[in-house]
T-cell receptor
Framework: QKEVEQNSGPLSVPEGAIASLNCTYS??????FFWYRQYSGKSPELIMF????GDKEDGRFTAQLNKASQYVSLLIRDSQPSDSATYLC??????????FGSGTRLSIRP | GAVVSQHPSWVICKSGTSVKIECRSL??????MFWYRQFPKQSLMLMAT?????????EQGVEKDKFLINHASLTLSTLTVTSAHPEDSSFYIC?????????????FGPGTRLTVT
């Protein structure tokens, strides 16, 4: 079992709709969770982090965390073509390392 | 936010040669830096953790004699790929931890694209 699992996609969403990205993790001792956006050929860019159960909103982005289910999600409202990228879920594990998922490719179609 | 730079941004080298990649924290002192490798359409894989003034800690499966890491100052860590081979061609990304912030906060460099011919 991978430590951080994501659906690789591609996930295609019409412009203006809500994109929903999901992630599960295996280490119950994990305390911090991150979503990074990565454009092709570029380094990852942190867009959200969440430490507590529940929802955290920042602009068009909402991160959701359920530690009991070991599940993290990212919602992108009013999706724009510029949101087309690979989204990496990452977890700060009990071994004090950030472990990345394999990423979900998101495509926003006009 | 904190800024991390890498140099070079891309490099092409011949098989058997060595290549050095630099990672610098520009506006903070990073006691800990991390080196990742990313193959096409795959995720970032942690190669090693670099601590200033001490030996790097390598992840399982990463050859420490092939990937030499030196963290000689609080703002600079270097990764040297020795005797590079085509299978070492990859995107190498460093990140740095700002000790003033949360331990979980890491700032990524822009990456170095290595192509070995």
């Amino acid at each position: 079992q991978k430590e951080v699992e994501q659906n690789s996609g591609p996930l295609s969403v019409p412009e203006g709709a809500i994109a929903s990205l999901n992630c599960t993790y295996s280490d119950r001792g994990s305390q911090s969770f991150f979503w990074y956006r990565q454009y092709s050929g570029k380094s990852p860019e942190l867009i959200m982090f969440i430490y507590s159960n529940g929802d955290k909103e920042d602009g068009r982005f909402t991160a959701q965390l359920n530690k009991a289910s070991q599940y993290v999600s990212l919602l992108i409202r009013d999706s724009q073509p510029s949101d087309s990228a690979t989204y990496l879920c990452a977890v700060y594990s009990s071994a004090s390392k950030i472990i990345f998922g394999s990423g979900t490719r998101l495509s926003i179609r006009p | 936010g904190a800024v991390v730079s890498q140099h070079p941004s891309w490099v092409i080298c011949k098989s058997g040669t060595s290549v050095k990649i630099e990672c610098r924290s520009l506006d903070f002192q990073a006691t800990t830096m991390f080196w990742y490798r990313q193959f096409p359409k795959q995720s970032l894989m942690l190669m090693a953790t670099s601590n200033e003034g001490s030996k790097a800690t390598y992840e399982q499966g990463v050859e420490k004699d092939k990937f030499l890491i030196n963290h000689a100052s609080l703002t600079l860590s270097t990764l040297t790929v020795t005797s590079a081979h085509p299978e070492d061609s990859s995107f190498y990304i460093c990140s740095a931890r700002d000790p003033r912030g949360r331990p979980t906060e890491q700032y990524f460099g822009p990456g170095t694209r290595l192509t070995v011919t």
